[in-house]
């Protein structure tokens, strides 16, 4: 009698991962050795299943998954469970935790404001207008406006994605910003701009332009007494509110038919007219003139201007001469060839010659001035 004593078989496979935690980057992967035994005999596996991501049984390696959205934030935990049985029926397990790691958020928030650009009246509201900010992980600060003029607010406490821009009071057109910023818990930090030109209302409006005056031309040339043309022209960038007013520090300039007539005076000397008016909101512009006054200088003269003599006669001619004020002056006289002229007498005497000559006498005379 042969009697087949079987002893039954009631021990798992043993299975280990080596080591048996991991901590890989998300997308990453990492090395953990698996092994199986079993006093009989594994006969099936071991397999492995993770919840997140995979593991090759074939070269030991766990594959991580690729992390998004709040994941980013914290990072995940992946746990693998292999498995594996021996001809009993008899299974073994073992565990694999993996802690996967976000990668550096860099990527700032994106700030939008919808319409990036408007045009708004001074002292006006602007509803209606749209601020907002994403980010691939999280807003966790903002977004926050900034305006260098005016103010920017909610719209409503039930609709805060709407807001409102209040324009300030402005006397000429205005450029605004407004700058928005939002930032995530890593630290990046977005922005985004709203342009604003603010219009002031023709109330507002306020002219600071002077009138332009313009001589032309603006530099005369005159002897005393007499007139001489200029035309004086006034504009302004509102319209010109006052007379045209002129003074001149010698002389006169009629504004009526642009003419400046200058003092009658006996020496050189120089005089500027000044032009003045006024727009309606009181700026006052100027323009000037100036004038140079050149007198005459002294007239000279004979007469008769001529004479025809014979060699070593005389002949009479009396010379003259007065300033530009009339006053009588004392002249000199040369005279070439020999020639001589007596200034007292009015007697030039012919030299003596053996043939026809002529002899010029020049008399000279200076007034005050110089001339």
């Known amino acids: 009698l042969t009697v087949s004593i079987i002893v039954s078989d009631t021990e ?64 995940v935990s992946d746990t693998c469970t292999a498995t594996a049985t021996d001809a009993a029926g008899n299974t073994g397990t073992a565990m694999l935790e993996a802690s996967i790691e976000p990668p550096p958020d860099t990527v700032p928030p994106v700030v939008a404001f919808s319409p990036a650009t408007l045009t708004v009246n001074s002292n006006a509201r602007f509803y209606g207008l749209s601020l907002t900010a994403t980010d691939d992980v999280g807003v966790t600060t903002g977004p926050d406006v900034t305006c260098d003029q005016g103010t920017f607010f909610s719209s409503t406490r039930d609709n805060p994605d709407y807001y409102t821009y209040f324009a300030p009071q402005v006397s000429e057109e205005t450029d605004v910003e407004c700058m928005a910023r939002a930032f995530d818990a890593a630290g990046n930090a977005g922005s985004a701009a709203l342009a604003i030109t603010v219009t002031p209302r023709p109330a507002d409006r306020q002219d600071t332009l002077p009138p332009v005056l313009i001589f032309e031309p603006a530099t005369l040339a005159v002897a005393p007494g007499a007139t001489v043309a200029s035309t004086l022209t006034a504009t302004d960038n509102v319209g010109v509110a006052t007379a045209r007013v002129v003074t001149c520090s010698l002389g006169s300039f009629n504004v009526g038919n642009g003419t400046y007539t200058a003092p009658d005076v006996s020496g050189d000397t120089r005089a500027v ?31 008769p201007a001529s004479l025809a003599l014979e060699s070593g006669m005389t002949g009479m001619s009396q010379v003259s001469a007065t300033d530009a004020g009339g006053n009588v002056l004392t002249p000199t006289v040369t005279c070439t060839n020999g020639g001589a002229y007596d200034i007292g007498t009015g007697v030039f005497t012919a030299p003596t010659v053996t043939e026809d000559t002529f002899s010029v006498c020049t008399a000279t005379a200076t007034d005050g001035n110089g001339r």
Do not use: K
């Open 12 to 75: 798992p496979p043993a299975l280990t991962f080596t080591p048996a935690t991991l901590a890989v980057d998300s997308g990453g992967t990492g090395s953990s050795t698996l092994t199986a035994t079993d006093n009989v005999g594994v006969t099936t596996g071991p397999d492995v299943t993770c919840t997140r991501g995979s593991f090759n049984v074939g070269n030991n390696t766990y594959t991580a998954p690729v992390l998004s959205g709040q994941e980013l934030i914290g990072g």
């Open 273 to 303: 007219c000044v032009a003045t008016t006024s727009d309606a909101a009181g700026n006052t512009g100027a323009g000037a003139l100036t004038i140079s006054i050149t007198a005459p200088g002294p007239v000279v003269s004979f007469s």
